[in-house]
């Protein structure tokens, strides 16, 4: 009987941890406001990982600062969906899940995006956490789109969640009979959507959302392809490609002025950076690089050279920095677009190996229109502030017209 019974007999289990002597070894205290509600979900987890991993939830709450949430079957019926920039996302806390390029999916509860912590903290698999979200909005989302005067059409709720019935294809994806549509959310409570023969107006929409909205969303176009969701992918000699590219620019704009301020700032001075127009119509955007402290230069397509003294040196491809081969860059540890850091400032005989767009009297008069500081962001389509006639001559691939500045700021 001895063998069996050691067969058979089972090892006492250890007992479970409880949650104040894991909170008390992670630093937290244990009357966090909101908590009590929230240990039937603690005390039915009967396995030790599990429960360190809920504390973990906890720590991490309250080192950032934030509150605990309802639970699960309180909160679960005041979930909706948001879209942001993608380095939105990535700059903030929230739980994110990346949509489609350059646009991100949140969950929030009365306007505020819930932390990835609350939903381990309900014991709850993201995905179903999002999909009742948009569940929640789908019910919202009865009505028809309205046809402006310009003849696109725009999402008619109005509510602040317009943008994020991008999530909802059935909402959208039947307007055009045998076409597939563009579609615009220049701000959070509009969604537009026009066929492809009338995204001049569509565009039109988008540049007065500029003027009207203190917060743009996203403001390129977007396009479905087949069953894909994708930013509008205008090529030229399509008409609408150079306006495209320009919202793309604004875009790009937008998340470096915000990222400047969170660089750090003994890393350097970052770059300041405008949009300019080409004769033809081409946006290109623009990063100036001053001597005399480090640098935090983006990708843009053109890099800008002045002295010290504010002098300025001329134009160049930034893809060419890499002929420089004494000067290397290293990247910066920041969310959003990519900058290289480069402490030391270039000489001149290391700039002249870089490919020349302007030269530096032609800088200077690009430059000129907004005096030291390039002019404010305008709606595509709108002409920029044309040179002035006592301008050096401009490069050959410059010449028949005065080129518009924008600035990031």
């Known amino acids: 009987m001895g063998f069996f019974d050691r067969f058979l007999s089972r090892a006492e289990e250890a007992p479970l941890p409880g949650l104040e002597g894991l909170l008390e070894a992670r630093g937290?205290?244990?009357?966090?406001?909101?908590?009590?509600?929230?240990?039937?979900?603690?005390?039915?987890h009967r396995k030790p990982q599990e429960r360190e991993a809920w504390a973990d939830a906890v720590a991490e709450l309250h080192a950032l600062g934030l509150g605990l949430p309802?639970?699960?079957?309180?909160?679960?019926?005041?979930?909706?969906?948001?879209?942001?920039?993608?380095?939105?996302?990535?700059?903030?806390?929230?739980?994110?899940?990346?949509?489609?390029?350059?646009?991100?999916?949140?969950?929030?509860?009365a306007g505020v995006p819930i932390p990835g912590a609350w939903i381990r903290l309900w014991d709850q698999p993201e995905d179903d956490v999002l999909d009742l979200a948009l569940d929640h909005l789908r019910q919202r989302s009865e009505?028809?789109?309205?046809?402006?005067?310009?003849?696109?059409?725009?999402?008619?709720?109005?509510?602040?969640?317009?943008?994020?019935?991008?999530?909802?294809?059935?909402?959208?994806?039947?307007?055009?009979?045998?076409?597939?549509?563009?579609?615009?959310?220049?701000?959070?409570?509009?969604?537009?959507?026009?066929?492809?023969?009338?995204?001049?107006k569509l565009m039109e929409e988008v540049g007065k959302?500029?003027?009207?909205?203190?917060?743009?969303?996203?403001?390129?176009?977007l396009e479905r392809i087949e069953d894909r969701l994708v930013t509008a992918r205008l090529q030229e000699p399509h008409p609408m490609s150079s306006p495209q590219r320009e919202l793309k620019q604004m875009d790009l704009l937008e998340a470096l002025r915000q990222q400047e301020a969170d660089l750090e700032p003994s890393l350097g001075r970052p770059a300041t950076v405008a949009m300019l127009k080409t004769p033809q119509g081409k946006p290109m955007t623009l990063a100036?690089?001053?001597?005399?402290?480090?640098?935090?230069?983006?990708?843009?397509?053109?890099?800008g050279f002045t002295s010290a003294g504010g002098v300025s040196l001329g134009l160049y491809t930034r893809q060419t920095l890499p002929r420089i081969n004494e000067i290397r860059g290293e990247a910066v540890a920041i969310w959003g677009p990519r900058r290289i850091r480069y402490a030391a400032f270039p000489t001149a005989e290391q700039i002249s190996r870089l490919e020349c767009f302007a030269?530096?009297?032609?800088m200077k008069a690009l430059l000129a229109p907004g005096g030291n500081r390039p002019a404010a962001p305008r709606p595509p389509g709108q002409p920029g502030s044309a040179l002035g006639q006592g301008a050096p001559p401009l490069p050959r691939h410059l010449q028949g017209a005065g080129l518009g500045v924008q600035d990031a700021e």
Do not use: M, N
């Not at 937290?28 to 039915?44: C, I, K, R, T, W």
């Not at 959302?209 to 176009?221: N, T, V």
């Not at 640098?295 to 843009?300: A, D, I, K, Y």
């Open 28 to 44: 937290v205290p244990g009357d966090l406001p909101g908590l009590g509600p929230l240990l039937p979900s603690f005390e039915a």
């Open 70 to 109: 309802e639970p699960w079957s309180d909160a679960q019926d005041h979930l909706l969906p948001e879209l942001v920039p993608a380095w939105v996302a990535e700059r903030e806390t929230p739980w994110s899940q990346g949509f489609i390029d350059g646009l991100s999916q949140r969950i929030c509860i």
């Open 143 to 200: 009505g028809t789109f309205e046809r402006l005067p310009s003849g696109i059409y725009r999402g008619p709720w109005r509510d602040g969640h317009d943008a994020a019935r991008l999530l909802l294809p059935e909402v959208w994806q039947g307007l055009f009979k045998d076409q597939h549509p563009f579609l615009a959310i220049p701000s959070a409570d509009t969604l537009l959507a026009s066929p492809q023969i009338l995204l001049p």
């Open 209 to 221: 959302s500029i003027q009207a909205s203190a917060k743009p969303l996203q403001l390129a176009l």
């Open 288 to 303: 100036v690089w001053a001597e005399g402290a480090p640098v935090l230069l983006p990708e843009t397509d053109l890099v």
């Open 359 to 362: 030269t530096a009297e032609q």
